[in-house]
């Protein structure tokens, strides 16, 4: 517990790369246990199944924000903290989740009046115990983060995942339909906080400081403000279709998104985790925060746009290989909805920026103006159906640059970086997508013959890219370099 009150700053390099390299592991791992897992509930479930879920989700959702009260980014964020500190904010959280959990059962009996359809209220009463338990993996979880353990982190999260895929696939074998998806959610969380508790070494003591609540509360509410704008860009668009279009359109609409989600949210959410303490460290040290920060954009560009655009070249085959032909009507979704995955995923350092420096209004009101053009956007758009809710999401791409921009200028970086950031990944990007886009897959074509295609597709987009990029982004290839350098020699040691 001593280690979490000073974090070390010496050596943080070799510790990021480490903590980069358990996180990496831990995104690889849970790629493949979800899409593999979603491949068979896939075949098990049907599109309104998902779409239930997804409707119940935009509930629950509403509800995490105001579990997102920032109590663990604080304590990632101070630069020293205190024992009482630390059970403060644990009991905090333990009392918000109490509230939150309470609250969305009561609401369940009502809830289905959103969307019109009583399944989703019933859905509720199951999924309001996930507030509970997530809010007592919340200080745990923090105290790991800032003292950059994340070699146990990848092990809960890796254990977490196994039973969350492992219980939806065999209660959908069993026949439990789209309660098989609830269930599912609940028994990963119980798995999660047992395991926290467990690893942190952290044992809450029946100790409160109101002072160190009163003056992180301006922090505090400024990531509750931040996480209800974030709901809002994350659910407007699921509220209106399901509302409008039903669950089957929602559950096309949500799988497509979920698909693209594991590049922007699932794989990048964990490197921020990485990146937020590490910036932390080192706010003070503007030159260190400055080469940071690039680095970690350049690798993320170097890796998630062309995913981003090969996904989108080979939408088709990706659906009728992990969905079957009922969710044929995803391809247009998810072609559109992949290429806005890189730029998200490249931009989301932001994010970590605003945290470490503490910038938190300011990254408020600069997320209220988007969250405003994204409503605006979003109706505007719904009314040309799913496809023009995808335009519309596809068209505040820019709106995320300009939003990366001001976050650079708290460090003294600015457009030209940008520039070349994105410009040859962009590049050789949307070479590498003619490259894979020139092969049209056979629908007739069994699974195992179109999973052939595929890889063939990526070897050669792959090929393509590393080609262009040899050209016109040797920045970003010896970033990249030297990264797997440093991987190798600590594996070594």
Same mark, same amino acid.
């Given at each position: 517990?001593?280690?979490?009150?000073?974090?070390?700053?010496?050596?943080?390099?070799?510790?990021?790369?480490?903590?980069?390299?358990?996180?990496?592991?831990?995104?690889?791992?849970?790629?493949?246990?979800?899409?593999?897992?979603?491949?068979?509930?896939?075949?098990?479930?049907?599109?309104?199944?998902?779409?239930?879920?997804?409707?119940?989700?935009?509930?629950?959702?509403?509800?995490?924000?105001?579990?997102?009260?920032?109590?663990?980014?604080?304590?990632?964020?101070?630069?020293?903290?205190?024992?009482?500190?630390?059970?403060?904010?644990?009991?905090?959280?333990?009392?918000?989740?109490?509230?939150?959990?309470?609250?969305?059962?009561?609401?369940?009996?009502?809830?289905?009046?959103?969307?019109?359809?009583?399944?989703?209220?019933?859905?509720?009463?199951?999924?309001?115990?996930?507030?509970?338990?997530?809010?007592?993996?919340?200080?745990?979880?923090?105290?790991?983060?800032?003292?950059?353990?994340?070699?146990?982190?990848?092990?809960?999260?890796?254990?977490?995942?196994?039973?969350?895929?492992?219980? +939806?696939?065999? &209660? @959908?074998? %069993?026949?439990?339909? #789209?309660?098989?998806?609830?269930? !599912?959610?609940?028994?990963? *969380? $119980?798995?999660?906080?047992?395991?926290?508790?467990?690893?942190?070494?952290?044992?809450?003591?029946?100790?409160?400081?109101?002072?160190?609540?009163?003056?992180?509360?301006?922090?505090?509410?400024?990531?509750?403000?931040?996480?209800?704008?974030?709901?809002?860009?994350?659910?407007?668009?699921?509220?209106?279709?399901?509302?409008?279009?039903?669950?089957?359109?929602?559950?096309?609409?949500?799988?497509?998104?979920?698909?693209?989600?594991?590049?922007?949210?699932?794989?990048?959410?964990?490197?921020?985790?990485?990146?937020?303490?590490?910036?932390?460290?080192?706010?003070?040290?503007?030159?260190?925060?400055?080469?940071?920060?690039?680095?970690? +954009?350049?690798? &993320? @560009?170097? %890796?998630?746009?062309? #995913?981003?655009?090969?996904?989108? !070249?080979?939408?088709?085959? *990706? $659906?009728?290989?992990?969905?079957?032909?009922?969710?044929?009507?995803?391809?247009?979704?998810?072609?559109?909805?992949?290429?806005?995955?890189?730029?998200?995923?490249?931009?989301?350092?932001?994010?970590?920026?605003?945290?470490?420096?503490?910038?938190?209004?300011?990254?408020?009101?600069?997320?209220?103006?988007?969250?405003?053009?994204?409503?605006?956007?979003?109706?505007?758009?719904?009314?040309?159906?799913?496809?023009?809710?995808?335009?519309?999401?596809?068209?505040?791409?820019?709106?995320?640059?300009?939003?990366?921009?001001?976050?650079?200028?708290?460090?003294?970086?600015?457009?030209?970086?940008?520039?070349?950031?994105?410009?040859?990944?962009?590049?050789?990007?949307?070479?590498?997508?003619?490259?894979?886009?020139?092969?049209?897959? !056979?629908?007739?074509?069994?699974?195992?013959?179109?999973?052939?295609?595929?890889?063939?597709?990526?070897?050669?987009?792959?090929?393509?890219?590393?080609?262009?990029?040899?050209?016109?982004?040797?920045?970003?290839?010896?970033?990249?370099?030297?990264?797997?350098?440093?991987?190798?020699?600590?594996?070594?040691?």
């Amino acid at each position: 517990m001593q280690s979490a009150f000073l974090p070390r700053t010496d050596n943080l390099g070799a510790r990021v790369v480490n903590s980069a390299l358990f996180t990496i592991g831990g995104v690889a791992f849970r790629t493949a246990i979800t899409i593999g897992s979603m491949a068979i509930l896939a075949r098990l479930l049907t599109p309104a199944d998902f779409g239930l879920i997804a409707m119940a989700t935009v509930i629950t959702e509403l509800a995490a924000v105001f579990s997102n009260f920032g109590f663990g980014s604080v304590l990632i964020q101070r630069p020293r903290v205190s024992r009482i500190q630390i059970d403060t904010m644990y009991w905090c959280a333990l009392a918000l989740g109490l509230i939150l959990t309470v609250s969305i059962y009561l609401l369940a009996f009502t809830s289905g009046l959103v969307f019109n359809d009583q399944r989703v209220g019933e859905l509720l009463q199951v999924l309001a115990f996930c507030f509970i338990l997530e809010q007592l993996t919340l200080v745990p979880r923090s105290l790991l983060m800032r003292r950059m353990h994340f070699r146990l982190d990848f092990f809960v999260q890796a254990a977490m995942l196994l039973g969350r895929a492992g219980t +939806a696939v065999v &209660l @959908a074998k %069993a026949g439990f339909g #789209v309660w098989s998806l609830a269930w !599912a959610a609940v028994v990963a *969380l $119980i798995i999660q906080a047992v395991l926290y508790q467990y690893v942190a070494g952290y044992v809450p003591r029946l100790r409160f400081s109101r002072s160190f609540l009163a003056s992180s509360w301006r922090t505090n509410g400024g990531h509750f403000g931040n996480g209800i704008l974030f709901y809002v860009n994350a659910n407007l668009d699921s509220l209106l279709i399901g509302r409008t279009l039903g669950a089957s359109a929602l559950g096309n609409y949500q799988n497509a998104k979920s698909l693209t989600d594991e590049i922007r949210v699932r794989m990048v959410q964990p490197l921020q985790r990485v990146l937020f303490p590490a910036f932390s460290a080192i706010q003070t040290d503007n030159l260190r925060f400055q080469q940071g920060i690039l680095r970690s +954009a350049r690798l &993320l @560009a170097f %890796a998630f746009i062309p #995913v981003g655009f090969g996904m989108a !070249a080979e939408a088709e085959l *990706l $659906i009728r290989i992990l969905y079957g032909e009922q969710w044929l009507q995803m391809i247009p979704l998810l072609h559109l909805t992949a290429f806005a995955t890189g730029f998200g995923a490249t931009t989301s350092v932001a994010n970590a920026i605003f945290n470490a420096k503490n910038e938190v209004g300011l990254s408020f009101r600069l997320f209220l103006l988007s969250t405003a053009l994204t409503a605006a956007f979003i109706i505007v758009g719904s009314h040309w159906g799913l496809l023009g809710v995808v335009w519309a999401r596809l068209s505040l791409v820019p709106v995320g640059l300009v939003f990366f921009w001001i976050a650079l200028r708290l460090v003294d970086l600015g457009l030209r970086d940008i520039w070349h950031l994105f410009a040859a990944p962009c590049t050789a990007a949307s070479f590498m997508y003619i490259t894979m886009g020139l092969g049209a897959p !056979a629908s007739g074509h069994h699974v195992g013959s179109l999973a052939l295609d595929l890889c063939e597709d990526v070897l050669i987009g792959a090929g393509m890219y590393l080609l262009m990029m040899s050209v016109i982004g040797r920045a970003h290839l010896r970033e990249a370099w030297s990264v797997i350098q440093s991987i190798g020699k600590r594996r070594s040691s």
